[in-house]
């Protein structure tokens, strides 16, 4: 590779995008000719149309901002950039082969986990869920199918079973912004071995959807605690009482060996409050109830009484 500057298209939409774009902003060696992110949305109770967090950065930067509806919009207008490269970082669409197929040197793509396991779109939620000792972030050359492509480089952090989704997603975010662009130089100076991934180590995640978050109390309370932090802060996770809804914020991460209850039904341990869960129990910590703020369970317990089945 010369050493005059590498014309790169960012591909980004949310929080997580943010430190690569910044990342390849401060270095000398890249021209970023255009960013890529997806549509301006209504956000919030009263709908206010937000621009995504890539676009406020692009544009406090003074970048060129494309927002198609539909990627293939923009297939001649990259043409016409000609750029050197394509960095996707958590854009949130699948880039078609007519487009990965225009930069002299490929696409690559800032995935949240250590491929091939996790391909696919729950890619931070899924190490938090299955109690994973590790998870990390790997850089890789796209390809059509999904995620599928050879790897550059990983790096990787250790999991003490106590981290929340939010934990995850900002330390990520941050190890992705931190290796990208010394890996991008790397690679085009010929100093990186593409590794092809092994399929039999292989396995997908799937878009998680608000309604994942409801709570099913036969499951194990291990399974259960890991669930909670998994999905916290989003999609959240939610049980019912009759027919009010409550939020279930924080758990204590070691379950209580106690069986003595119905699957669902709250209790109170040393004079905490607790629920019966299909293997042992669990404590609650933190929760919420409709329009009220998050509260511990015993701030809660001052001005509620609770008792019965969760469902």
């Known amino acids: 590779m010369s050493k005059q500057k590498i014309r790169l298209i960012f591909m980004g939409t949310p929080d997580f995008s943010v430190p690569s774009l910044q990342a390849l902003i401060k270095e000398n060696g890249f021209e970023i000719v255009a960013v890529v992110t997806q549509v301006d949305k209504a956000v919030g109770r009263g709908h206010i149309m937000s621009a995504p ?11 060129a901002v494309l927002q198609p509806l539909k990627i293939k919009e923009i297939t001649s207008t990259v043409k016409e950039l000609k750029p050197d490269l394509i960095i996707v970082a958590a854009y949130g669409k699948i880039i078609p082969l007519e487009i990965l197929e225009i930069p002299v040197y490929g696409c690559l793509n800032v995935h949240a986990s250590l491929l091939p396991k996790y391909r696919g779109a729950a890619c931070l939620n899924a190490p938090i869920l299955n109690g994973d000792s590790k998870t990390g972030i790997t850089i890789m050359k796209m390809e059509e199918g999904l995620d599928t492509g050879p790897i550059l480089r990983q790096a990787e952090i250790t999991l003490n079973g106590d981290e929340t989704l939010e934990f995850v997603h900002d330390k990520l975010s941050l190890l992705g912004a931190e290796i990208l662009p010394t890996t991008i130089k790397d690679w085009l100076n010929g100093k990186i071995k593409e590794r092809e991934q092994k399929e039999t180590d292989a396995s997908y995640v799937k878009m998680i959807k608000k309604e994942d978050g409801h709570i099913n109390w036969q499951n194990k309370a291990e399974e259960i605690e890991r669930l909670i932090r998994a999905y916290n802060p989003w999609p959240g996770t939610y049980s ?3 027919k ?11 379950p209580l060996k106690i069986n003595n209850y119905k699957i669902g039904e709250i209790f109170f341990d040393n004079g905490k409050m607790a629920i019966q869960c299909g293997q042992d129990a669990l404590l609650i910590l933190k929760l919420q109830t409709a329009g009220k703020k998050i509260m511990t369970s015993s701030e809660f317990l001052r001005g509620h009484k609770l008792s019965g089945i969760l469902k």
């Open 240 to 242: 019912f009482k009759e």
């Open 53 to 63: 967090p890539i676009k406020q950065i692009a544009s406090k930067n003074g970048l």
């Open 244 to 254: 009010e809804l409550i939020k279930i914020i924080s758990v204590d991460k070691t």
